[in-house]
C-alpha cells in the first residue's frame, strides 16, 4: 500500500490532492503542457512518467490501469493513440520537462510550465567524446605493437646482412 506523503499537502486531504494531480495530468495529456505552480508540478510529473510508460505498453491492462486516474474517454484515446506513440522509441524516460517562469501577479508563487517532451533523443557529446578515446586508445595500442614488429624487421634485416 503506497505511504501518503507527510507533512503539508496540496490540497486539504490525500483524496484532495490526488484528485488535483489527476485533473492536472488530464490537462497535461489534453493540451500538451500546463501551467501550474512548482510544488503542483513535482508532485505531477512522478504520475505523468508513469502514465506515459503505461500507455506506451499500449495493452488493455495498461489502458483500464490508466483509466483509474484518467476518467476522460477522449483524454485517454489521446494519451494512448495520439501522445505515447508521438513519444520517440528511444526515450526511457523523462518524457516531462519542467520550465520555470517567475512569480505569479497575485501572491508571487513559484509559477512554472510543465510539457510533453516529444523531440528526438540525441546522442550527448560525452557518450561521443568516450567513444572517440575509446578509438585513440585502441589506436595508441596497435600503433606500438606495429612500430615494434618493424623494429623486429630491422634487426633481423641487419643480422642477415652481417652473415
Known amino acids: 500500500m503506497p505511504k501518503p506523503t507527510k507533512g503539508p499537502r496540496l490540497g486539504q486531504s490525500a483524496a484532495h490532492e490526488n484528485l488535483m494531480i489527476a485533473n492536472l ?3 497535461l495529456f489534453e493540451h500538451g503542457k500546463v501551467t501550474t505552480t512548482v ?3 513535482s508532485r505531477l510529473q512522478p504520475l505523468a512518467e ?3 510508460t503505461k500507455a506506451r505498453r499500449g495493452d488493455l491492462h495498461a489502458r483500464r490501469t490508466v483509466a483509474k486516474t484518467i476518467r476522460n474517454k477522449d483524454v485517454l484515446y489521446r494519451l494512448f493513440d495520439i501522445v505515447a506513440p508521438s513519444i520517440d522509441p528511444e526515450r526511457q524516460g523523462g518524457y516531462t520537462r519542467i520550465v520555470n517562469i517567475g512569480p505569479r501577479r497575485g501572491d ?3 509559477m512554472c ?3 510533453l517532451v516529444t ?3 540525441e546522442k550527448k557529446a560525452v557518450v561521443a567524446k568516450a567513444e572517440d578515446t575509446a578509438k585513440k586508445a585502441a589506436e595508441a595500442e596497435e600503433a606500438p605493437a606495429a612500430e615494434e614488429a618493424v ?3 630491422v634487426v633481423e634485416a641487419e643480422a642477415s646482412e652481417d652473415k
Open 25 to 27: 495530468a488530464q490537462d
Open 39 to 41: 510544488a503542483k508540478a
Open 50 to 52: 508513469k502514465l506515459i
Open 108 to 110: 508571487n508563487a513559484p
Open 113 to 115: 510550465v510543465i510539457s
Open 119 to 121: 523531440e528526438k533523443v
Open 151 to 153: 623494429a623486429e624487421e
